[in-house]
């Protein structure tokens, strides 16, 4: 049974960082396709960033280029999302999502969802 286990979310004021992190189980980090999604209250569903691994590709969503990274640790099946100079916008609920297999880019991935969700985590930031 795959799972996925986020952490990290919490209140941030405008500016400053926060890590979140997602474990993931029942299946291992050699085919697989990763990331993160957001929802704010009144608003769609966001791919944020996400990695294709046998595309080799990481994808970023414009309204967090530049200020969010993604990275795995494939021993500890572990995605983490570096998110730097937060602004109040970024606040939402941020799940992590997983695919078993990567037959898509990342890109593909971010704008059309993967197979497997994790409960959310939410993140809070103040002006």
């Known amino acids: 049974e795959v799972q996925l286990q986020a952490s990290g979310g919490g209140l941030v004021q405008a500016g400053g960082s926060l890590r979140l992190s997602c474990t993931a189980s029942?299946?291992?980090?050699?085919?697989?396709?990763i990331g993160w999604f957001r929802q704010a209250p009144g608003k769609e569903r966001e791919g944020v960033s996400c990695?294709?691994?046998?595309?080799?590709?990481?994808y970023y969503s414009d309204s967090v280029k530049g200020r969010f990274t993604i990275s795995s640790d494939n021993a500890k099946n572990t995605v983490y999302l570096h998110m730097n100079n937060l602004k109040p916008e970024d606040t939402a609920v941020y799940y992590c999502?997983?695919?078993?297999?990567?037959?898509?880019?990342?890109?593909?991935?971010?704008?059309?969802?993967?197979?497997?969700w994790g409960k959310g985590t939410l993140v809070t930031v103040s002006s």
């Open positions: 999502v997983a695919n078993i297999v990567s037959a898509a880019s990342s890109s593909w991935y971010c704008h059309n969802g993967m197979d497997y």
């Open positions: 029942g299946f291992t980090f050699d085919d697989y396709a």
């Open positions: 990695i294709s691994s046998r595309a080799g590709s990481t």
